[in-house]
Nanobody
Framework: VQLQASGGGLVQPGGSLRLACAAS????????IAWFRQAPGKEREFLAA????????SYADSVKGRSTISKDNAKNTVLLQMNLLKPEDTAVYYC?????????????????WGQGTLVTVSS
């Protein structure tokens, strides 16, 4: 499966962004899709994940309550809506996929990665 992340950009603190992860090359019916981010000098951090078949979701505490992960079946795309953005949300955001029914928050558990999209939160 190939993943293409998009939707990053410059946003002011308190603003919102919607990131998209478009998948191709395979049906996602048996896949988990997740979003991670990596800030300079920091490890890759799990944000949210969704199981395509069941729509079960999981969120990291750092984004819970201000982010929503969802899927668009028609477009084979997973979306991450992020609200109330903070400067510390500045990072490169990646989507990832794995062929499994059990959600995991570990980056090493994902086999396929998109190229990343940069989100900068600054006034």
């Amino acid at each position: 499966v190939q993943l293409q992340a998009s939707g990053g950009g410059l946003v002011q603190p308190g603003g919102s962004l919607r990131l998209a992860c478009a998948a191709s090359g395979s049906s996602l019916d048996s896949y988990d899709i997740a979003w991670f981010r990596q800030a300079p000098g920091k490890e890759r951090e799990f944000l949210a994940a969704i199981n395509w078949r069941s729509s079960t979701t999981s969120y990291a505490d750092s984004v819970k309550g201000r982010s929503t992960i969802s899927k668009d079946n028609a477009k084979n795309t997973v979306l991450l809506q992020m609200n109330l953005l903070k400067p510390e949300d500045t990072a490169v955001y990646y989507c990832a996929a794995r062929n499994n029914v059990f959600l995991t928050t570990t980056a090493g558990g994902y086999d396929y990665w998109g190229q990343g999209t940069l989100v900068t939160v600054s006034s």
